[in-house]
T-cell receptor, first 114, second 115 residues
Framework: AQSVSQHNHHVILSEAASLELGCNYSYGGTVNLFWYVQYPGQHLQLLLK??????LVKGIKGFEAEFIKSKFSFNLRKPSVQWSDTAEYFC????????????FGTGTLLAVQP | SAVISQKPSRDICQRGTSLTIQCQVD?????MFWYRQQPGQSLTLIATANQGSEATYESGFVIDKFPISRPNLTFSTLTVSNMSPEDSSIYLCSVIPDRGPDTQYFGPGTRLTVL
């Protein structure tokens, strides 16, 4: 069965610090990969996605993620975080061709201190 | 993307009662889903809401507990039946726009507390 692991449950950073949130998945086939973000009081929003092609994908607000197939990883990065990046971040996976079932990680709560 | 609204945004209910949650999309979509996010946990797919036929439920979820209606391509309801405190969760609907490449967009969620 597919599963998604997010290693960091709670991350606290100061503004301008660099961010990397880990995401690993287990699935033997081809996958689509997503990062969603939920800002305080707001609904879940798509941050970025990877389907194929360049394994380094860029999303909104300066975020990027790199798909490393050999490591089954899709880590999220941002070189310099801002207070407004305080949110919960979810990694999600679905098997290519099975678009109805998104498997989510448990989420990482990021708090950025001004 | 798609603009998705849900009603109610939150509710507090008594044990043994039922609550129906509505999901409205601003455009016609074929694929619509219902998820649950229990406190401190991740999102779990409950079912796919199929227009014109019965919903497709994931393992661990049954129609008697979570009946779903999908009368047209812009609207769906999820009912949480005979509620217990364990049903306290956020319930979200999501859609895949018909013109979008396999990406799900989520509604704002309904925060349900069962006493």
């Amino acid at each position: 069965a597919q599963s998604v692991s997010q290693h960091n449950h709670h991350v606290i950073l100061s503004e301008a610090a660099s961010l990397e949130l880990g995401c690993n998945y287990s699935y033997g086939g081809t996958v689509n990969l997503f990062w969603y973000v939920q800002y305080p009081g707001q609904h879940l929003q798509l941050l970025l996605k990877y389907f194929s092609g360049d394994p380094l994908v860029k999303g909104i607000k300066g975020f990027e993620a790199e798909f490393i197939k050999s490591k089954f990883s899709f880590n999220l990065r941002k070189p310099s975080v801002q207070w407004s990046d305080t949110a919960e971040y979810f990694c999600a996976v679905n098997a290519r061709g099975a678009t109805n079932k998104l498997i989510f990680g448990t989420g990482t709560l990021l708090a950025v201190q001004p | 993307s798609a603009v998705i609204s849900q009603k109610p945004s939150r509710d507090i209910c008594q044990r043994g009662t039922s609550l129906t949650i509505q999901c409205q999309v601003d455009s016609q979509v074929t694929m619509m889903f219902w998820y649950r996010q229990q406190p401190g946990q991740s999102l779990t797919l409950i079912a796919t809401a199929n227009q014109g036929s019965e919903a497709t439920y994931e393992s661990g979820f049954v129609i008697d507990k979570f009946p779903i209606s999908r009368p047209n391509l812009t609207f769906s309801t999820l009912t949480v039946s005979n509620m217990s405190p364990e049903d306290s969760s956020i319930y979200l609907c999501s859609v895949i726009p018909d013109r979008g490449p396999d990406t799900q967009y989520f509604g704002p969620g309904t925060r349900l507390t069962v006493l």
